[in-house]
């Protein structure tokens, strides 16, 4: 039911996905089921940071739309980051079109499917264009070895609360669980296993920010409400000591992952 977790080591074995192997592989080994979001605009204070941060999370999220400097350069250095420290990269290019669009922006000007482990995508689409994924993703040309679904967002009043549709994301990803690796949500939608719940909106410090956004604790996004996943971003990029609050968020999101859920 989703009110209960499966141990890690079931979860692995009933992976469906390629990338959720990886990853529930890399949660046992890190102990660590934070992801960090890194917001900035250089690629060096991205790559900066994702070295201090790749021994303590899961994955790297990135927005590479975001990068004025993107290079191939760039991607060359946060593969070998992600090679180094067995971390997940991941772009939230939130993709949205027909299915036939979505694979052109994949393969586009910065390539995504060559160097992101995984990707999300919109479900407002429909199955088919998100089925249209799968190619890529069994193409052993590509990096790409998953996507996440958006089923929920965090921001206030988003439309993703309307009646239904989340439900309707969920039977999306549930039916195509080779190549959905999980959701994106604000809480546990599935109970299948394999499905990992990624959830952004997370600061152990303030309620939300002047756009929108709308923050809660470690402990209410995965002990009460079942996440697996806790994204952070401005909790540690914003800080002045951005190590000291990895450690701080990798510690209480993990603590309130085992609390839960006795292995
Ligand atoms: N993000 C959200 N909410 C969502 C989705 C994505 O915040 O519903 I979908 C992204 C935006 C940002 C990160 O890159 O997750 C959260 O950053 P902060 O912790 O700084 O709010």
Redesign the pocket.
């Known amino acids: 039911s989703t009110k209960k977790r499966a141990p890690l080591s079931v979860r692995m074995e009933n992976a469906s996905c390629r990338l959720n192997e990886l990853l529930y592989k890399t949660m046992q080994q890190k102990e660590s089921n934070l992801c960090l ?1 890194i ?1 900035f605009t250089q690629k060096e204070q991205i790559l900066e940071l994702a070295k201090v941060a790749a021994p303590h999370v899961v994955a790297i ?1 990135l ?1 590479a739309d975001c990068i004025t400097d993107f290079d191939d350069q760039f991607v060359k250095e946060l593969r070998t980051i992600a090679h180094n420290h067995h971390c997940i990269i991941f772009e ?1 290019r ?1 993709l949205a079109d027909i299915g036939a669009v979505n694979i052109l922006q994949l393969k586009g000007h910065q390539n995504i499917a060559k160097w992101a482990d995984v990707v ?1 995508v919109h479900a407002v689409q429909g199955q088919e264009s998100i089925e249209a994924f799968r190619k890529v993703i069994n193409d052993d040309n590509y990096c790409l070895s998953g996507i996440l679904l ?1 089923a ?4 206030k009043g ?1 439309l993703t609360q309307l009646d239904g549709y989340t439900q309707a994301a969920r039977n999306i990803g549930e039916a195509n669980r080779d190549i959905v690796a999980g959701f ?1 949500c ?1 809480t546990k939608i599935s109970d299948f296993d394999d499905m990992g719940h990624w959830t ?4 152990l410090d303030a309620k939300s ?1 002047d756009a929108g ?1 709308q ?1 809660r604790g470690a402990n209410e996004a995965i002990r009460r409400q079942l996440n697996d996943i806790v ?5 540690v ?2 800080s002045k000591n951005p190590k000291e609050q990895l450690e701080r968020y990798k510690r209480e999101a993990w603590n309130a992952f085992i609390g839960g859920d006795h292995d």
Do not use: F
Not at 152 to 155: T, Y
Not at 200 to 203: K, L, M, T, W
Not at 231 to 235: C, E, L
């Open positions: 979001a917001d999220k927005h939230d939130k999300t958006i929920q967002l965090s921001s988003a994106i604000q952004p909106g997370v600061n920010d956004q923050w994204i952070v971003g401005r909790g990029t914003a």
